[in-house]
């Protein structure tokens, strides 16, 4: 494990968005879902892919409260730009499980 210094962690941009928007993703090399966030009036919305097909459906992911970094620069997957990483929990099956709020707030509230 690399350690990192205080200054590195909070260059880290981590904020809370709510997934409006899910589509089937089937460029991808692997089963993913394109998602659209709301990260509130500031920093309004950004796309993602994310692998979450084996937990998750479409229909359970609109509306859900997630945490992202969104200082990363965009990055190409197949055709798509990703603008914004969301962050979960990757088990030994490579199954990701969501980083959820467990209380409704506000789109945009920086994680700190």
């Given at each position: 494990?690399?350690?990192?210094n ?13 997934i ?23 920093l ?69």
């Amino acid at each position: 494990m690399t350690t990192i210094n205080w200054d590195q962690f909070t260059a880290v941009d981590m904020r809370v968005g709510t997934i409006i928007k899910v589509e089937l993703f089937p460029e991808a090399n692997k089963p993913a879902y394109k998602l659209t966030i709301d990260f509130g009036q500031s920093l309004g919305i950004k796309k993602t892919s994310a692998q979450l097909t084996h937990r998750y459906t479409p229909e359970t992911l609109v509306n859900k409260q997630i945490v992202a970094v969104i200082n990363f620069p965009p990055k190409q997957i197949a055709n798509f730009m990703s603008e914004c990483l969301v962050l979960g929990a990757v088990d030994e099956s490579g199954d990701v499980i969501l980083l959820e709020l467990t209380a409704k707030v506000n789109n945009g509230l920086r994680i700190a």
